[in-house]
């Protein structure tokens, strides 16, 4: 095979897999904590509104990734509040969190720009990256993706190496007993399931001001759920949700690679969820999620 293609192949791998990553993460730390986020996709469709959003009316892709960290940490409150202090049933209000982040992204993109289906096109990280040269501009274009990098080693280290992380990951295993030694369990619940919604949004973002210009409808197209799939294939780890992230997108992007090829355009768009399926129905069994995960807790 040409190096070139390879080369590209490896470069789209790591595109296609950092909307992935930032939900992944999300997910990873809201679960070692004990809360289920099935609200990943709501709330990277939130977040890919509110940037592109947030850059239509300010011009600044700063302050639309900002807006767009807002956007999902407030649907995490909505989920910490309703899964952690109502002890509702955290699967059907990560449903509801997905209804209303696709559905609300859906209903103020005709509101506030007119029109139905996509937005206009509006200041993207290529716009950023487009007055510089080289380094630099790669710099710029790609930040999301050296940032992204930079948070699966810091959440590592986070969670397996420092005193809070430690009681965090001891609040997804044994709630009660983190409680008897002075552990704050609601307030370790609540800021990571805040942190899981900022995370998610954030390559919601990327999806829209990253990769493109424009928020369209379906855009997310199901990368949450694959991102939740990553989450049990990497064992709730960062480092091996990081690594199930590149292995979805590396058949993302052997379809567009196959794109040339003679194979039906229905195939190649089924492929990632096709090895989602194939991974985690081979893997689940041997996964251990934290034995408090999705359990309500009541002091």
Known sequence: MDMSVIVAVLAITVIKATPLLYAGLGGVISENA????????GMMAAGAFSAVAA???W???ALAVICAVISGALLGILLAYLAISARANQIIVGMAINVLGIGGAAFLLALVFGQPGASPEVR???D???????????????ALVWLGIVLVVAMQIFLYRTKPGVHLRAVGEAPHASLAAGIDVVKYRYAATIAGGALAALGGAYLSIGEVDLYSDG???????IALAAVIFGRWNPLGTAGACLFFGFF????????????????LEMLPYLLTIVAIAGFIGRARPPAADGVPFTP
């Open 124 to 126: 993207s990280f290529a």
């Open 34 to 41: 004990g809360v289920i986020n099935i609200g990943l996709e």
């Open 55 to 57: 850059s239509f009316f």
């Open 252 to 267: 993302s992007s052997l379809q567009i690679a196959l794109q040339r090829a003679n194979v039906p355009a229905a195939l």
């Open 219 to 225: 855009m997310v197209a199901g990368r949450g759920f």
């Open 128 to 142: 950023v990256a487009a007055g510089a040269s080289g380094l630099v501009a790669d710099l710029e274009r790609y």
């Open 59 to 61: 011009h600044s892709v």
